[in-house]
Nanobody
Framework: QVQLVESGGGLIQAGGSLKLSCTAS????????MGWFRQAAGKEREFVAA????????YYADSVKGRFTISRDNAKNFVYLQMNSLKPEDTAVYYC???????????????WGQGTQVTVSS
């Protein structure tokens, strides 16, 4: 059974930084692309970032490009999201996602974590 567990969320002032972590178990982590999504209150879940199986290619939503960085450590089965220059509009529940293959393909998320709340105060 595949499990994704996020951590690192919290309350932060605008302009600050947070680093989210997600650990995966239940399948060979290094064989699959991973991603981060977020869902703000009253809104649909949206794509934030993704990284291919070896970490060679990354993808970002326009709204976070230049501020967020996704990375992974295949030896430790972790994927990270470094979030800098946070804005109040980044407030959301952030979800770790596992894709069904080694490369990022939209709409092929297969597994989800339970989410971690990020709140950015102005």
């Amino acid at each position: 059974q595949v499990q994704l567990v996020e951590s690192g969320g919290g309350l932060i002032q605008a302009g600050g930084s947070l680093k989210l972590s997600c650990t995966a178990s239940g399948r060979t982590f290094s064989n699959y692309a991973m991603g981060w999504f977020r869902q703000a209150a009253g809104k649909e879940r949206e794509f934030v970032a993704a990284i291919t199986w070896r970490g060679l290619t990354t993808y970002y939503a326009d709204s976070v490009k230049g501020r967020f960085t996704i990375s992974r450590d295949n030896a430790k089965n972790f994927v990270y999201l470094q979030m800098n220059s946070l804005k109040p509009e980044d407030t959301a529940v952030y979800y770790c996602a596992g894709y069904s293959g080694p490369y990022y393909t939209p709409s092929t998320t297969q597994y989800w974590g339970q989410g971690t709340q990020v709140t950015v105060s102005s």
